[in-house]
C-alpha cells in the first residue's frame, strides 16, 4: 500500500490508549494499525499549508512569505502574552484574532518529561496534551481570552519549566510527581487579575500511548537531508513516529513536507 500527502499534525483520539491519525489526502492513515509494520518514507517536495504552493518551508508548515503574513503565525501564538483582541487592537486580521483569542483558555501542567506550564484554548483540551507526549496533566486556570492565560504562564515560569525535553519524554523517562500538589504550590504565584479563575478540586488526566518499545538513544530524522528512510514502527507518542532501530520522526515539526509512504 502506497500513499502519498503533504503532512499535517497527527489527529488524535484520548481512548484507553490515544488513536492516531495522518491525514494523507485520499487517506487516513490509522498509525496504531501501523504499529509492527516496515514504513518506506521518501521525501518529494514542499507544499505550503497557506498557498499550497512548492515552496521551501520556513516554520510552522509555512513558506516564508506566508509565515510572516499569515494570522495562523502570529507572534502570540507562541507567545500568548502578546495578545491583543481583547483591546481591539489588529497584528495581522482582527477578525481572526478576536476569533482565536477571545476563546476560553486553559493553562495547565503537564508531566511528559517533567513538570512544566502551557497554555491551550479550552477546545483542545486534552489534544494539546497528547501533542506534548504528557501522560498525566491538569488544569490550574480557565480564563475567557489568551491574554490572561499568557500572563499567568509568564508569571508561573519563573517557578516551573515551559519545555519538555523532548529526548526524555521520548524515552519514556518519566518523573513521579504529584500535580494536584504543584497546582497549589502555584496558586500564590497567579497574577491579581486572574486569581478569580483558579481551579480548585479538580484530578488529573492520565493519558496513555500505543508504544511497543521505547528508544533508549533516540536519533532524529530528517527526511528533507536523507531523503528516504525504511524502518519498522513501534510506538507513536506526542506527534513522534517511533521506530525499532530507535530513529523517531516528529510529523509536526515537519509540516509541509509532502512525503510518501509505502506500508509493507
Not at 478576536?98 to 512544566?116: D, E, F, G, R, T
Not at 501533542?131 to 490550574?140: F, K, S, V
Not at 515560569?157 to 515551559?162: E, M
Request: charged fraction near 30%; glycine fraction near 4%; aromatic fraction near 10%.
Amino acid at each position: 500500500m502506497q500513499y502519498q500527502g503533504v503532512l499535517k499534525k497527527m489527529t488524535t483520539e484520548n481512548l484507553d490508549s490515544v488513536h492516531y491519525y495522518l491525514d494523507m489526502k485520499t487517506d487516513f492513515l490509522n498509525m496504531n494499525q501501523l504499529i509492527g509494520r516496515q514504513l518506506e518514507m521518501n521525501f518529494v517536495t514542499y507544499e505550503c499549508l497557506n498557498c499550497h504552493k512548492e515552496k521551501q518551508i520556513y516554520r510552522q508548515g509555512f513558506c516564508k512569505s506566508c509565515f510572516f503574513e499569515t494570522p495562523t503565525a502570529g507572534d502570540w501564538i507562541m507567545r500568548p502574552e502578546l495578545s491583543k483582541a481583547h483591546l481591539g487592537i489588529e497584528d495581522r486580521d482582527l477578525e481572526y484574532e478576536k476569533k482565536a483569542q477571545l476563546q476560553p483558555h486553559i493553562v495547565y501542567l503537564a508531566n511528559s518529561s517533567n513538570v512544566k506550564v502551557g497554555v491551550t484554548r479550552k477546545s483542545q483540551v486534552p489534544t494539546r496534551w497528547i501533542d506534548q507526549g504528557a501522560h498525566e496533566a491538569i488544569e490550574i486556570v480557565e480564563v475567557p481570552n489568551r491574554y490572561l492565560a499568557g500572563i499567568t504562564e509568564v508569571a508561573l515560569k519563573d517557578h516551573v519549566a515551559d519545555k519538555t525535553n523532548w529526548r526524555k519524554m521520548l524515552k519514556n523517562e518519566i518523573e513521579d510527581v504529584n500535580l494536584v500538589e504543584w497546582r497549589e504550590r502555584l496558586q500564590e504565584f497567579i497574577p491579581d487579575e486572574v486569581k478569580e479563575y483558579y481551579i480548585e478540586n479538580n484530578s488529573e488526566t492520565e493519558i496513555s500511548f500505543p508504544v511497543e518499545k521505547y528508544p533508549a538513544k533516540p536519533k532524529s530524522l530528517n527526511m528533507v537531508k536523507e531523503g528516504s528512510y525504511t524502518g519498522k514502527l513501534v510506538g507513536v507518542k506526542g506527534q513522534y513516529l517511533i521506530f525499532e532501530d530507535e530513529t523517531v520522526f516528529n510529523v509536526r515539526a515537519n509540516e509541509g513536507l509532502v512525503l510518501s509512504i509505502h506500508v509493507r
